[in-house]
Protein backbone atom coordinates (compact mmCIF):
# COMPACT_ATOMS: atom_id res chain seq x y z
CA UNK A 1 0.00 0.00 0.00
CA UNK A 2 1.64 3.42 -1.23
CA UNK A 3 1.33 6.64 1.61
CA UNK A 4 -1.61 8.07 -0.81
CA UNK A 5 -3.72 5.12 -0.08
CA UNK A 6 -1.87 4.78 3.77
CA UNK A 7 -3.54 8.62 4.60
CA UNK A 8 -7.08 7.85 2.89
CA UNK A 9 -7.25 4.85 5.31
CA UNK A 10 -6.39 6.60 8.32
CA UNK A 11 -9.17 9.31 7.29
CA UNK A 12 -11.78 6.00 7.08
CA UNK A 13 -10.76 4.86 10.56
CA UNK A 14 -10.84 8.85 12.24
CA UNK A 15 -14.71 8.58 10.50
CA UNK A 16 -15.43 5.15 11.94
CA UNK A 17 -14.23 5.91 15.42
CA UNK A 18 -16.28 9.14 15.40
CA UNK A 19 -19.31 8.14 14.15
CA UNK A 20 -20.06 5.31 16.61
CA UNK A 21 -23.53 7.56 17.64
CA UNK A 22 -25.90 5.72 19.89
CA UNK A 23 -27.77 8.46 20.67
CA UNK A 24 -28.76 9.33 16.68
CA UNK A 25 -32.46 7.15 17.43
CA UNK A 26 -32.60 9.04 20.47
CA UNK A 27 -31.16 12.59 21.17
CA UNK A 28 -34.75 14.37 20.51
CA UNK A 29 -36.73 11.61 22.23
CA UNK A 30 -34.58 12.61 25.62
CA UNK A 31 -35.08 15.98 24.98
CA UNK A 32 -39.03 15.87 24.04
CA UNK A 33 -39.29 13.51 27.16
CA UNK A 34 -38.32 16.02 29.36
CA UNK A 35 -39.93 19.03 27.37
CA UNK A 36 -43.36 17.69 26.15
CA UNK A 37 -43.57 19.91 23.37
CA UNK A 38 -42.86 20.15 19.70
CA UNK A 39 -42.58 23.32 19.73
CA UNK A 40 -39.77 23.40 22.39
CA UNK A 41 -37.54 21.06 21.02
CA UNK A 42 -37.16 22.89 17.64
CA UNK A 43 -36.60 26.23 19.99
CA UNK A 44 -34.09 23.90 21.65
CA UNK A 45 -32.43 22.63 18.14
CA UNK A 46 -32.87 26.75 16.94
CA UNK A 47 -29.91 27.29 19.55
CA UNK A 48 -27.90 25.03 18.35
CA UNK A 49 -27.88 26.14 14.78
CA UNK A 50 -28.21 29.52 15.90
CA UNK A 51 -24.55 29.57 17.41
CA UNK A 52 -23.42 27.73 14.01
CA UNK A 53 -24.40 31.14 13.08
CA UNK A 54 -22.34 33.11 14.74
CA UNK A 55 -18.87 30.87 15.14
CA UNK A 56 -18.91 29.13 11.63
CA UNK A 57 -17.47 31.24 9.74
CA UNK A 58 -14.88 32.44 12.07
CA UNK A 59 -14.07 28.53 12.38
CA UNK A 60 -13.39 28.48 8.59
CA UNK A 61 -11.12 31.03 8.87
CA UNK A 62 -9.30 29.29 11.24
CA UNK A 63 -9.60 26.36 8.93
CA UNK A 64 -7.63 27.76 6.08
CA UNK A 65 -5.44 29.89 8.44
CA UNK A 66 -3.58 27.17 10.88
CA UNK A 67 -4.60 24.16 9.21
CA UNK A 68 -7.38 20.93 8.50
CA UNK A 69 -6.05 18.83 11.55
CA UNK A 70 -5.70 21.33 14.49
CA UNK A 71 -10.02 22.26 13.65
CA UNK A 72 -10.89 18.37 13.21
CA UNK A 73 -9.41 17.94 16.86
CA UNK A 74 -10.91 20.87 18.48
CA UNK A 75 -13.92 19.77 17.14
CA UNK A 76 -13.92 16.82 18.22
CA UNK A 77 -13.48 17.59 21.91
CA UNK A 78 -16.15 20.23 22.29
CA UNK A 79 -18.34 17.69 20.30
CA UNK A 80 -18.01 15.30 22.52
CA UNK A 81 -18.48 17.58 25.57
CA UNK A 82 -21.56 18.90 23.96
CA UNK A 83 -23.27 15.48 23.77
CA UNK A 84 -22.27 14.40 27.11
CA UNK A 85 -24.04 17.47 28.47
CA UNK A 86 -26.77 16.38 26.53
CA UNK A 87 -27.40 13.55 27.77
CA UNK A 88 -26.87 15.03 31.54
CA UNK A 89 -29.69 17.69 30.65
CA UNK A 90 -33.26 17.96 32.34
CA UNK A 91 -34.27 21.57 31.64
CA UNK A 92 -34.79 23.73 29.01
CA UNK A 93 -31.94 25.80 30.34
CA UNK A 94 -29.67 22.60 30.47
CA UNK A 95 -30.51 21.77 26.62
CA UNK A 96 -29.57 24.79 25.73
CA UNK A 97 -26.50 25.61 26.32
CA UNK A 98 -24.89 21.91 26.25
CA UNK A 99 -26.43 22.50 22.30
CA UNK A 100 -24.45 25.51 22.12
CA UNK A 101 -20.98 23.64 23.28
CA UNK A 102 -22.19 20.59 20.65
CA UNK A 103 -22.92 23.32 17.99
CA UNK A 104 -19.15 24.94 18.22
CA UNK A 105 -17.67 21.34 18.15
CA UNK A 106 -19.72 21.09 14.61
CA UNK A 107 -18.46 24.17 13.08
CA UNK A 108 -14.82 23.42 13.57
CA UNK A 109 -15.25 19.18 12.52
CA UNK A 110 -17.54 21.26 9.26
CA UNK A 111 -14.07 23.12 8.76
CA UNK A 112 -12.04 20.77 8.50
CA UNK A 113 -13.62 17.51 7.38
CA UNK A 114 -14.14 18.08 3.24
CA UNK A 115 -11.33 20.62 3.22
CA UNK A 116 -9.03 18.00 4.51
CA UNK A 117 -10.33 15.71 2.15
CA UNK A 118 -9.89 17.52 -0.93
CA UNK A 119 -6.41 19.21 -0.06
CA UNK A 120 -5.35 15.78 0.79
CA UNK A 121 -6.64 14.57 -3.02
CA UNK A 122 -4.63 17.28 -4.49
CA UNK A 123 -1.16 17.04 -3.16
CA UNK A 124 -1.63 13.76 -3.77
CA UNK A 125 -2.75 14.20 -7.52
CA UNK A 126 -6.60 12.58 -7.21
CA UNK A 127 -8.66 15.47 -7.21
CA UNK A 128 -11.03 13.50 -9.38
CA UNK A 129 -11.13 10.81 -7.00
CA UNK A 130 -13.12 13.10 -4.38
CA UNK A 131 -16.94 11.76 -5.22
CA UNK A 132 -15.87 8.11 -4.99
CA UNK A 133 -13.55 8.62 -1.67
CA UNK A 134 -15.77 10.91 -0.01
CA UNK A 135 -18.78 8.52 -0.92
CA UNK A 136 -16.46 5.59 1.05
CA UNK A 137 -15.84 7.74 3.97
CA UNK A 138 -19.66 8.29 4.38
CA UNK A 139 -20.33 5.12 3.99
CA UNK A 140 -18.18 4.00 6.92
CA UNK A 141 -19.80 6.38 9.02
CA UNK A 142 -23.17 5.25 7.79
CA UNK A 143 -22.13 1.52 8.51
CA UNK A 144 -20.25 2.51 12.29
CA UNK A 145 -23.65 4.29 12.94
CA UNK A 146 -25.92 1.63 11.59
CA UNK A 147 -23.88 -0.98 14.32
CA UNK A 148 -24.51 2.00 17.26
CA UNK A 149 -28.62 2.77 16.32
CA UNK A 150 -28.84 -1.03 17.15
CA UNK A 151 -26.81 -1.56 20.42
CA UNK A 152 -28.51 1.93 21.17
CA UNK A 153 -31.31 0.67 20.24
CA UNK A 154 -30.84 -2.64 22.71
CA UNK A 155 -29.08 -0.39 25.81
CA UNK A 156 -32.75 1.94 25.76
CA UNK A 157 -35.00 -1.49 25.68
CA UNK A 158 -33.02 -2.92 28.42
CA UNK A 159 -32.54 0.06 30.90
CA UNK A 160 -35.29 2.33 30.02
CA UNK A 161 -33.17 5.27 30.03
CA UNK A 162 -32.68 7.12 26.77
CA UNK A 163 -29.85 9.52 27.98
CA UNK A 164 -27.34 6.61 28.35
CA UNK A 165 -26.81 6.08 24.29
CA UNK A 166 -26.03 10.21 24.56
CA UNK A 167 -23.42 9.74 27.66
CA UNK A 168 -21.83 6.38 26.13
CA UNK A 169 -21.28 7.94 22.58
CA UNK A 170 -19.51 11.11 24.02
CA UNK A 171 -16.92 8.95 25.65
CA UNK A 172 -16.50 6.97 22.62
CA UNK A 173 -16.11 9.60 20.54
CA UNK A 174 -13.89 11.54 23.14
CA UNK A 175 -11.46 8.88 22.60
CA UNK A 176 -12.05 9.08 18.94
CA UNK A 177 -10.34 12.49 18.89
CA UNK A 178 -6.63 10.61 19.40
CA UNK A 179 -7.70 9.21 15.16
CA UNK A 180 -6.64 12.84 14.26
CA UNK A 181 -3.05 12.80 15.32
CA UNK A 182 -2.61 9.98 13.27
CA UNK A 183 -4.02 11.90 10.12
CA UNK A 184 -1.48 13.56 8.01
CA UNK A 185 -1.90 17.97 7.56
CA UNK A 186 -2.16 18.44 3.92
CA UNK A 187 0.05 20.64 2.15
CA UNK A 188 -1.56 24.25 1.11
CA UNK A 189 0.07 27.25 -0.06
CA UNK A 190 -0.64 29.78 3.41
CA UNK A 191 2.41 32.28 2.18
CA UNK A 192 0.10 34.81 0.37
CA UNK A 193 -3.01 34.55 2.87
CA UNK A 194 -4.82 37.30 3.44
CA UNK A 195 -6.13 38.62 6.99
CA UNK A 196 -9.35 37.16 8.47
CA UNK A 197 -10.90 39.92 7.63
CA UNK A 198 -9.61 39.62 3.77
CA UNK A 199 -9.77 36.04 3.64
CA UNK A 200 -13.68 36.43 4.37
CA UNK A 201 -14.47 39.09 1.95
CA UNK A 202 -12.84 36.71 -0.79
CA UNK A 203 -14.72 33.73 -0.05
CA UNK A 204 -17.97 35.99 0.08
CA UNK A 205 -16.98 37.62 -3.34
CA UNK A 206 -16.25 33.86 -4.60
CA UNK A 207 -19.56 32.92 -3.73
CA UNK A 208 -21.59 36.09 -4.61
CA UNK A 209 -19.83 36.51 -8.02
CA UNK A 210 -20.07 32.43 -9.29
CA UNK A 211 -23.43 31.50 -10.40
CA UNK A 212 -22.91 27.74 -10.09
CA UNK A 213 -21.44 27.80 -6.42
CA UNK A 214 -24.61 30.08 -5.30
CA UNK A 215 -26.81 28.02 -7.08
CA UNK A 216 -25.29 24.06 -5.92
CA UNK A 217 -25.24 26.15 -2.18
CA UNK A 218 -28.79 27.15 -2.24
CA UNK A 219 -29.87 23.86 -3.79
CA UNK A 220 -28.08 21.93 -1.32
CA UNK A 221 -29.65 24.26 1.65
CA UNK A 222 -32.97 23.12 -0.27
CA UNK A 223 -32.27 19.20 0.57
CA UNK A 224 -30.74 19.57 4.03
CA UNK A 225 -33.96 21.54 5.34
CA UNK A 226 -35.76 18.44 4.28
CA UNK A 227 -33.73 16.19 5.77
CA UNK A 228 -33.41 17.96 8.56
CA UNK A 229 -36.88 18.65 9.54
CA UNK A 230 -37.94 14.88 8.60
CA UNK A 231 -34.86 13.76 11.10
CA UNK A 232 -35.82 15.74 14.28
CA UNK A 233 -39.10 14.62 14.15
CA UNK A 234 -38.44 11.37 13.07
CA UNK A 235 -38.29 9.55 16.17
CA UNK A 236 -40.69 11.27 17.75
CA UNK A 237 -43.02 10.42 14.68
CA UNK A 238 -41.85 6.47 15.18
CA UNK A 239 -42.73 6.26 18.88
CA UNK A 240 -45.45 8.72 19.56
CA UNK A 241 -47.46 8.36 16.01
CA UNK A 242 -46.59 4.78 15.14
CA UNK A 243 -46.08 3.18 18.46
CA UNK A 244 -42.66 1.73 17.77
CA UNK A 245 -40.63 0.48 20.62
CA UNK A 246 -37.24 1.87 21.92
CA UNK A 247 -35.80 -1.37 20.15
CA UNK A 248 -37.75 -1.20 17.02
CA UNK A 249 -36.48 2.53 16.15
CA UNK A 250 -33.21 1.37 16.91
CA UNK A 251 -33.00 -1.39 14.22
CA UNK A 252 -34.69 0.49 11.84
CA UNK A 253 -32.71 3.53 12.06
CA UNK A 254 -29.74 0.94 11.83
CA UNK A 255 -31.11 -0.15 8.66
CA UNK A 256 -31.89 3.25 7.58
CA UNK A 257 -28.29 3.89 7.96
CA UNK A 258 -27.02 0.70 5.92
CA UNK A 259 -29.31 1.88 3.17
CA UNK A 260 -27.77 5.37 3.03
CA UNK A 261 -24.70 3.73 3.63
CA UNK A 262 -24.56 1.67 0.17
CA UNK A 263 -25.77 4.95 -1.65
CA UNK A 264 -23.10 7.23 -0.80
CA UNK A 265 -20.41 4.37 -1.25
CA UNK A 266 -21.84 4.13 -4.73
CA UNK A 267 -22.26 8.07 -5.33
CA UNK A 268 -19.76 8.30 -7.60
CA UNK A 269 -20.99 5.75 -10.21
CA UNK A 270 -24.81 6.87 -9.74
CA UNK A 271 -23.31 10.48 -10.43
CA UNK A 272 -21.39 8.97 -13.62
CA UNK A 273 -24.96 7.28 -14.52
CA UNK A 274 -27.00 10.38 -14.19
CA UNK A 275 -24.76 13.51 -15.07
CA UNK A 276 -24.94 16.48 -13.27
CA UNK A 277 -29.12 17.38 -13.94
CA UNK A 278 -30.08 14.01 -13.60
CA UNK A 279 -28.23 13.67 -10.20
CA UNK A 280 -29.88 16.60 -8.88
CA UNK A 281 -33.52 16.02 -10.52
CA UNK A 282 -33.56 12.58 -8.31
CA UNK A 283 -32.54 14.13 -5.38
CA UNK A 284 -35.23 16.85 -5.33
CA UNK A 285 -37.86 14.19 -6.78
CA UNK A 286 -37.32 11.35 -3.87
CA UNK A 287 -37.06 14.22 -1.16
CA UNK A 288 -40.88 15.83 -2.12
CA UNK A 289 -42.05 12.08 -3.21
CA UNK A 290 -40.77 10.79 0.66
CA UNK A 291 -42.99 14.21 2.51
CA UNK A 292 -45.75 13.34 0.53
CA UNK A 293 -46.23 9.64 1.86
CA UNK A 294 -45.74 10.79 4.80
CA UNK A 295 -48.71 13.15 4.61
CA UNK A 296 -50.72 10.46 2.80
CA UNK A 297 -50.33 7.42 4.72
CA UNK A 298 -51.17 7.09 8.34
CA UNK A 299 -49.45 3.88 8.85
CA UNK A 300 -46.28 2.20 9.71
CA UNK A 301 -45.89 1.78 5.87
CA UNK A 302 -44.90 5.20 5.76
CA UNK A 303 -41.43 4.10 7.79
CA UNK A 304 -40.03 2.81 3.87
CA UNK A 305 -39.68 6.78 3.29
CA UNK A 306 -37.34 6.77 5.39
CA UNK A 307 -34.82 4.58 3.19
CA UNK A 308 -35.72 7.11 0.36
CA UNK A 309 -33.93 10.20 2.60
CA UNK A 310 -31.30 8.10 3.47
CA UNK A 311 -30.67 7.61 0.33
CA UNK A 312 -30.94 11.47 -0.58
CA UNK A 313 -28.54 12.01 2.69
CA UNK A 314 -25.98 9.40 1.12
CA UNK A 315 -25.47 11.28 -2.19
CA UNK A 316 -26.31 14.76 -1.85
CA UNK A 317 -23.15 15.52 0.59
CA UNK A 318 -20.40 13.45 -1.28
CA UNK A 319 -22.07 14.68 -5.06
CA UNK A 320 -22.95 18.46 -4.16
CA UNK A 321 -19.79 19.05 -1.93
CA UNK A 322 -17.55 17.54 -4.64
CA UNK A 323 -19.14 19.92 -7.61
CA UNK A 324 -18.49 22.81 -5.40
CA UNK A 325 -14.97 22.13 -4.50
CA UNK A 326 -13.55 21.62 -8.15
CA UNK A 327 -15.11 25.70 -8.19
CA UNK A 328 -12.86 26.93 -5.03
CA UNK A 329 -9.32 27.25 -4.54
CA UNK A 330 -7.57 25.18 -1.84
CA UNK A 331 -6.31 28.84 0.45
CA UNK A 332 -10.20 29.31 0.46
CA UNK A 333 -11.88 26.18 0.85
CA UNK A 334 -12.82 26.08 4.34
CA UNK A 335 -13.95 29.71 4.50
CA UNK A 336 -16.69 28.85 1.72
CA UNK A 337 -17.83 25.54 3.13
CA UNK A 338 -18.21 27.89 6.46
CA UNK A 339 -20.27 30.36 4.22
CA UNK A 340 -22.56 27.94 2.64
CA UNK A 341 -23.19 25.97 6.38
CA UNK A 342 -24.43 29.39 7.67
CA UNK A 343 -26.01 30.10 4.95
CA UNK A 344 -28.08 26.74 5.58
CA UNK A 345 -27.92 27.34 9.96
CA UNK A 346 -29.77 30.73 9.06
CA UNK A 347 -32.43 29.31 7.13
CA UNK A 348 -32.93 25.95 9.20
CA UNK A 349 -33.58 28.44 12.50
CA UNK A 350 -36.43 30.03 11.01
CA UNK A 351 -37.65 26.76 9.06
CA UNK A 352 -37.39 24.51 12.03
CA UNK A 353 -39.01 26.78 14.68
CA UNK A 354 -41.86 27.91 12.22
CA UNK A 355 -42.34 24.20 11.28
CA UNK A 356 -42.27 23.05 15.23
CA UNK A 357 -44.91 25.72 15.55
CA UNK A 358 -47.26 24.95 12.83
CA UNK A 359 -46.49 20.46 14.34
CA UNK A 360 -47.51 21.92 17.39
CA UNK A 361 -51.04 23.13 16.20
CA UNK A 362 -52.03 21.27 13.32
CA UNK A 363 -49.97 17.87 13.35
CA UNK A 364 -46.38 16.43 12.73
CA UNK A 365 -47.65 15.15 9.10
CA UNK A 366 -49.44 18.45 8.63
CA UNK A 367 -46.22 20.22 9.14
CA UNK A 368 -44.53 18.14 6.46
CA UNK A 369 -46.69 18.86 4.15
CA UNK A 370 -46.43 22.34 4.55
CA UNK A 371 -42.86 22.66 4.24
CA UNK A 372 -42.46 20.40 1.41
CA UNK A 373 -44.99 22.28 -0.50
CA UNK A 374 -42.72 26.07 0.25
CA UNK A 375 -39.72 24.31 -0.90
CA UNK A 376 -41.13 23.04 -3.95
CA UNK A 377 -40.86 25.81 -6.48
CA UNK A 378 -37.62 27.21 -4.97
CA UNK A 379 -36.18 23.68 -5.70
CA UNK A 380 -37.39 23.97 -9.18
CA UNK A 381 -36.35 27.11 -10.25
CA UNK A 382 -32.30 26.16 -8.49
CA UNK A 383 -32.93 22.88 -10.93
CA UNK A 384 -33.74 25.25 -13.63
CA UNK A 385 -30.36 27.46 -13.07
CA UNK A 386 -28.24 24.41 -12.94
CA UNK A 387 -29.43 23.29 -16.05
CA UNK A 388 -28.53 26.55 -17.62
CA UNK A 389 -24.98 26.20 -15.98
CA UNK A 390 -24.40 22.83 -17.05
CA UNK A 391 -25.46 23.72 -20.63
CA UNK A 392 -23.15 26.92 -20.42
CA UNK A 393 -20.03 24.85 -19.72
CA UNK A 394 -20.70 22.51 -22.19
CA UNK A 395 -20.82 25.07 -24.85
CA UNK A 396 -17.28 25.45 -24.07
CA UNK A 397 -14.73 23.99 -26.49
CA UNK A 398 -12.54 22.79 -23.31
CA UNK A 399 -12.63 22.62 -20.02
CA UNK A 400 -11.49 20.38 -17.76
CA UNK A 401 -13.70 19.05 -14.77
CA UNK A 402 -16.63 20.78 -16.21
CA UNK A 403 -19.93 19.56 -16.37
CA UNK A 404 -21.50 17.34 -18.04
CA UNK A 405 -24.83 16.98 -19.60
Not at 63 to 72: I, P, S
Not at 186 to 199: E, I, L, M, T
Request: hydrophobic share 55%; with cysteine.
Amino acid sequence: MNEGDKRIRRFYIFRAVTSFSLWIPFWSLWAYKNLDSLFLLTVVDAVFWSTIIIFQLPAGLLGDKFGRKAVLFTGEILFSVGVLAFGLSNSFEEYLISNVVWALGVCFLISGDTPFLYDTLLELDRGADFIHIMGTANAVMFMTSAAACAVGGFIVSVTDRIELTLIIASLVAITGTFTVVFLREPKVDRRFQQSYRAQLGTGVKQVLKSKPIMVLILFQIVLELGIYVMMIFRSVYMNVQLRLSFLEIGLFFASFAIVGGLFTRLAGRIEGWLKEKRTLLFMFVTMIFSFAVVFLVRSSVAVSTQYLMYIITGLQAPIINGYINRLVDSSHRSTIMGIASMMFTAMVVIVEVSIGWIASIWGLEESLLVLALAVTPVGILLLYFWNKEVDKFMRKPVKLNAPQG
